[in-house]
């Protein structure tokens, strides 16, 4: 089993950039696509961002296309978000989480983070 522990969030202005870190524990993370989700106040957790196991291929949600790369170090077990002109919008807890499969459905994925806040201001 994986462990995960997300690194990184905080306050940011808006158009700031900010990069998350999750470092994974375990020898199976090489094994799992990983992925970010973020879940706002009074919202449901969403998918953001996901990264295959190679980390060859990366798939986003339109609201952060062009803005945030998710890329992965499997020599280092973790995987990275890089935030750059974010917005208020993007203010919520973001968790990593990984799969063996692949999606963007909540339910596939078998091991999440504990959460790390963000909060752009404007």
């Known amino acids: 089993q994986v462990q995960l522990v997300e690194s990184g969030g905080g306050l940011v202005q808006a158009g700031g950039s900010l990069r998350l870190s999750c470092a994974a524990s375990?020898?199976?993370?090489?094994?799992?696509?990983m992925a970010w989700f973020r879940q706002a106040p009074g919202k449901e957790r969403e998918f953001v961002a996901a990264i295959t196991v190679s980390g060859g291929y990366a798939n986003y949600v339109d609201s952060v296309m062009g803005r945030f790369t998710i890329s992965r170090d499997n020599a280092k077990n973790t995987v990275y978000q890089q935030r750059n002109s974010m917005k208020p919008e993007d203010t919520a807890v973001y968790y990593c989480?990984?799969?063996?499969?692949?999606?963007?459905?909540?339910?596939?994925?078998?091991?999440w983070g504990q959460g790390t806040p963000v909060t752009v201001s404007s």
């Open positions: 989480t990984g799969t063996t499969g692949w999606g963007r459905s909540v339910s596939l994925y078998q091991v």
């Open positions: 375990g020898r199976t993370f090489s094994s799992y696509a």
